[in-house]
Structure formats: C-alpha cells, structure tokens
C-alpha cells in the first residue's frame, strides 16, 4: 500500500483553505492508504513563539484535526516534534542542499520579502526539513494545496540526490497529490492572494468561526462597482468570491450568480449573503465538534502518544538504514 504524508504548520487556528486545499484530501486517504497526518511544530519555531504559544497552537491544531475527521485509529496523526528521527534526516539532507536552490524558493523570497528581519537559517532550510518530514515515511503522495507544489519539487531532488550521491535507491519520489484534477487554491477574502497569505484577519475564515463572524467577514469583503457589459471577465476581487462559491456553494447557487454577473443584474450583497450561508453550513460539523474534543485532555494525549509510537517506529527503520547507507558503522 503506498504511504502518504502531510503536515500542517501549528501557526494557530485552521482556516478553509487548509481544509480544502489539505484536510479534506485527508480524510478521504485514510482510508485508501498508509497515512501520516502531523502538526509542523518545527516547522513554526522560524517566527519564534513563545513557548504558551507554541503549546497552545499545537493543541488547536490537533483538536481540528480530529473535529474535522481525522481518524486516529485509521490515519497516524503525530506532533513532529515527537519524531526526533525528522531532525537527524534533516541534518544529513542539508549536507547536499545549496544555497542557490534554496534562496531561489518562491516561499523563502516571500517571506524575505514580508519580513527583511528574520531572514534565519531555518527559513531558509525549510523545504529540507519538509524534504525529511515526508521521506522519512518513504512517503508517495503528499496531499497539499496548490502553494506547497514547488516544495514537493525540492522533496524530490533531495531525496533522488541522495539515492545518487550513495549509489542506492533508497527513497522513492513523492508527488503532490488532490483527488480533483488540480492542486487547489483558495483565495482570501481581501481581494489579493490566497487565504491565509496575509496576518489580517478579515483575509481568512476560520473552521473555529461563530457563524456570526463569518458573516460580518464575508460581508465585508472587497467588491467593485459591478459589471458594465454582459460576460465580462471578473476582477480578481470578484472572482475570489466565485472561486469560493464554488467549494462551499451547490453547483446551482453558483451557476445562478454566474448568470446574474453576466446579464449584469447581480446584487453583491446577495452573493455576499449567501456565500456566508454556505460557508457557515460547510464548516457547521466541524465547528460543532472542537470545544468537546478540547476539553478532553485524556483523549488528546492518548492520540498524540498513540501517533508518536507510531511514526517513531517508522522513522526509527528510516534512519537507521540511512545512517547504514552513509557510512555510520558501530565499532
Ligand atoms: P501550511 O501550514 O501553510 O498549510 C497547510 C496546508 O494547507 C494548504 N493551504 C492552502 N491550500 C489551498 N488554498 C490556500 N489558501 C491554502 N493555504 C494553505 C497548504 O497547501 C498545505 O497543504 N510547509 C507546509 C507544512 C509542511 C508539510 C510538510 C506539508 C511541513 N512539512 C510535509 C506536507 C508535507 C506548510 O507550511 O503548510
């Protein structure tokens, strides 16, 4: 059976674009496949939390994750933290990164870019610790948004250097993988970019959201004055909006505000009223789950010792076999 990893950073709350872009791709895996879901902990230490911070990121992620239908009893769900075997192949796996490859990562110019300060070694080595997060399973499917496509990219390289540089096909190639025809990406409610690109609030809605907030958020979204002539092509604001419709939204509702924008007869603040709706009802069963599995300290920490000895083991085989491979021999 082919073994399938992901992770999502514990920055903090989940918002739609990590359940459509990822989670929901996870639930459906887990059951065709040999899966390891985890929380990138390591991963979130490059903007320096603090350590109440880190624990409780840590802690909503894992609640979402099980909230939103991650089994534990069919799926690996694990801290990477707990797997220091991750941190060893990272090691090894930076001896044959370059600078150049690295600094040319679109990920690492954007966060240079967004934060001149923090320019650290980690930011820059972050697609060999997701490298290693994902070889180290001898994963063949990585489930991820259309964002994370050219760290997959850089996963590859990594792992078929090694298996050059030592003569050995160890790892096996991983490719991202969404069941729908495409990687997806979903836009933010700001008008630009992606959701959960920017630190604004207003730009993501959150599976944690009250209903209430939704709405104010969506309400609030950028729009522009509306179309001047019939089939017009979409401003990036308003196609946003179309774009989120159609995953939160029935085919219907979305081809009967499609038809509206191009006889020109739509009302914005009706798409706006109705894409809450829809987002309030997609997000409803998940919403309803997360404060009992929070406060059920004894079930998240039997989840979270029941996925560490599982993918230790499995990262435990990898290592050592690694370590074989380069050269380490006890004496
Ligand atoms: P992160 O934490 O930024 O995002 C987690 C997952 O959510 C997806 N995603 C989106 N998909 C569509 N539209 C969006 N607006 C959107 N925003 C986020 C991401 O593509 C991702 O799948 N580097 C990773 C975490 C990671 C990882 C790994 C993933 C660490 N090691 C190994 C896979 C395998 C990251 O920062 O994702």
């Known amino acids: 059976m082919e073994t399938v990893v992901s992770g999502i950073r514990s920055t903090g709350k989940l918002h739609l674009g990590n359940y459509y872009g990822a989670i929901q791709n996870f639930i459906k895996m887990q059951h065709e496949y040999n899966c390891y879901f985890f929380i990138a902990d390591l991963h979130s230490l490059t903007t320096h939390p603090t350590p109440s911070d880190l624990h409780g990121n840590v802690k909503q992620v894992l609640v979402e994750y099980l909230a939103a239908g991650i089994d534990p009893e069919q799926a690996t769900i694990y801290i990477q933290s707990d797997v220091p075997e991750v941190a060893e192949l990272y090691l090894y796996l930076n001896m044959n990164a370059y600078l150049g490859e690295l600094e040319r990562a679109t990920s690492f110019k954007d966060k240079v870019r967004a934060n001149p300060d923090n320019v650290n070694a980690g930011l820059l080595t972050y697609p060999v610790l997701m490298a290693a997060d994902i070889i180290i399973h001898k994963a ?7 964002d994370q496509e050219q760290h997959l990219e850089m996963a590859r390289t990594f792992g078929n250097r090694f298996n050059r540089l030592y003569d050995n096909e160890y790892f096996p190639e991983p490719y991202a993988f969404s069941y729908g025809d495409k990687l997806v990406k979903i836009p933010g409610l700001d008008g630009k970019g992606k959701m959960g690109k920017s630190e604004g609030e207003g730009n993501a809605i ?4 009250s209903p209430e907030v939704i709405r104010k958020k969506v309400m609030k979204a950028v729009t522009d004055g509306g179309p001047t002539t019939e089939n017009q092509q979409k401003p990036d604001e308003i196609q946003n909006l179309f774009d989120l419709m159609k995953v939160v939204s029935t085919d ?5 505000f499609n038809n509206l924008y191009n006889t020109m007869q739509i009302r914005y603040g009706d798409l706006k009223k109705q894409l809450a709706e829809d987002m ?22 039997r989840v979270a010792r029941l996925g560490a000895d599982k993918a230790r083991e499995s990262a435990r085989k990898t290592v ?11 004496f």
Request: charged share 30%; net charge negative.
């Open 280 to 301: 309030v009802l997609a997000t409803a069963p998940i919403r309803e789950k997360i404060s009992d599995i929070a406060n059920d300290s004894e079930y998240l920490s």
């Open 140 to 146: 063949t499917k990585v489930p991820v948004g259309k």
């Open 252 to 256: 219907d509702t979305y081809n009967h």
């Open 320 to 330: 050592s076999e690694v370590r074989e491979i380069i050269g380490f021999r006890s």
């Open 206 to 209: 959150y599976l944690s959201d």
